[in-house]
């Protein structure tokens, strides 16, 4: 039977083999997969890495090198759903760790320009509640905060 997972390509320049043993280092249940490297047919360097297979939380990845003709963008992130504020903090700064820059809303970006949204799970309860002025609440609150601060938005919530 053929494995019909998505699996979640990232071009990095040549620092896929470095991101991906650093993204399965920030995320408890992940693993690194197979290294594919040019050969002698390139394009890159014989032995050099091509392609990178890795796994986060059960999602599929693969880091190819493809060279610097395209980088990330906010246009597209990875959402991290978050239990409480310690994962919130914890996926937070782990992301950040070695250069990478605070965006707003719950959005950073790591040190290789890979965008990512780390949104505690209650947040998207709040927000789908038919009680608009609560979620227009929560929402606003949001606005104010790069990382997010899930005590702030359960005083919005509640309406303090």
Known sequence: MTDHALTTCLWFDTEAEQAAHFYTGVFKDSKMGSVHRHTEAGPGPAGSVLLVEFELNG???????????????????????????????YYWDSLLAGGGQEIACGWLKDRYGLCWQIVPARFFEMIADPDTGKAARVTQAMFDMKKFDIATLERAYAGG
């Open 59 to 89: 999602q599929k990845f693969s880091g190819l090198n493809g060279g610097p003709l395209y980088t990330f963008n906010e246009a597209v992130s990875i959402v991290v759903p978050c239990a409480d504020q310690a994962e919130v903090d």
